[in-house]
């Protein structure tokens, strides 16, 4: 097979007209030769740190959109999984990515459950990690969200990180907002990544004491405006990545979009190929071409190198999608859930409180941090109740994994005036989470989830509508397209409920996210995320 265009040397920084010749999957000769082909041959391009369950799509559904967007492969961590359904759900994700082209490479989850303060389906001590990265499928230690462990010495903690570098392979970070001495000590544990950096000062302090890190651009956290401006002087030890990303934006583009992005404010094309295609394979040791003799045939063909409109995807010399049609196909597998609570009674959303203020979570559009506020209390009967006035609404978090009492926090900014929103993708242990403007609606869309064992759903007065994930409660069956759009759909009915969030249930996933400050909420109460501790709800 020969594939002519203008060929892009990303390490050279040159394009030339020529003709890629591949056999037997891998490049044998790349010839500079005249022709009348205007499109752009370049390697494709890896997302550094995404959880394929975010996507609510299974690996193999995830790879047939992927692909179209000129993704060829993608360093995974399977946490979410995990924390439903441990080793089991981990070995799920690898062996159903393997029925496909694209190249997954998935990680040790090194956290589960990610802390002590909720309640998750599994657990992954230091034994379990070293078992996995032993395991040749498994291509590094998965971020270690526990800062504090790493910090204050852990025995389990380090024992997971002694075991990837027994096995020579990396060690991803996570550690927002952590700077100075504390940021020092981290890396030299053996992180050497982050991408959880939400300001240029922070992330340049970590390139700058040997991090590589990465620009994150999802449907919940976007911080791509706040360190683009790094990539010119640190091209070499920075990656594009999604981390969470909903079907819908899926549908629409990939890493694709932060090239076109990044070339658009004027920053130099091979700088930032270098960050999209070189710079993931050549830090986790993926077996993935970049486009010079020898070398696997994964590789793309673009329109321009100005908006990276896909033509023709390869993987392995074989063409995977083309002008927008995804030659990946469906195959079967198992549906594997972990689901164990019975329904709720409205009175179980009640709150005894007799305090004038309470703790309030903040929710800010398109980052995973909160701030605490302050509010005043509405009670009505003993009972502390939404206040729709204010936008202070009551929200709760349900054991899945067994019957126990909700916990119950109050959050500004969701804005619905109507009904709830639930969901059970709720970051990190995937318990139940919803938040709705009375106990009723609360009730009602928190059975809505465990009669379906898994999903995300809205309800009001007059319309209850749920979008069924059976796969750990944290992913379809369905295709990208059929869960795209009847995410979209929902997500839709709960901006017409009254949300101004650009993404309301990625939003809502991530107020049960402990290790990101500052107060959020768990199955076993407010949790400070600031102090690592629980908090009151009443202000006494």
Known sequence: MIVQGNIVDILHKRIFKGEVEVEDGKIVAIREVQHNSNHFILPGFVDAHIHIESSMLVPSEFAKIAVIHGTVATVSDPHEIANVLGVQGVEFMIENGKKVPLKFNFGAPSCVPATSFESAGAIIDADGVKRMMENPDIKYLAEMMNYPGVLFDDSEVLKKIQHAKNNNKPIDGHAPGLRGEDATKYIAAGISTDHECFTAAEALEKLQKGMKVLIREGSAAKNFEALIDLLPENFENMMFCSDDKHPDDLLVGHINQLCARAVAKGIDVFKVLQVACINPVKHYNLDVG???????????????LARFNVLETYINGNLVAKNGKSFVKSVPFEILNNFNTDKKEITDFRFEASSEKIRVIEALDGELVTNQLEANSKIIGGNLVSDTSTDVLKMAVVNRYKNEVPAIAFIKNFGIKEGAIASSVGHDSHNIIAVGVSDTALCRAVNLIIENSGGICAVTAATEKIVPLPVAGIMS????????????????????????LSAPFMSLSFMALLVIPSLKLSDKGLFDGTSFQFTSLEIK
């Not at 369905?478 to 949300?499: F, T």
């Open 477 to 500: 069956d369905l295709s990208a397209h059929e869960i795209g759009n009847a995410y979209a759909e929902l997500d839709g009915m709960a901006k017409q409920m009254g949300s101004a």
């Open 290 to 304: 970049l486009l010079h003799q020898g070398a696997v045939a994964d590789f793309i063909l673009v329109e321009d």
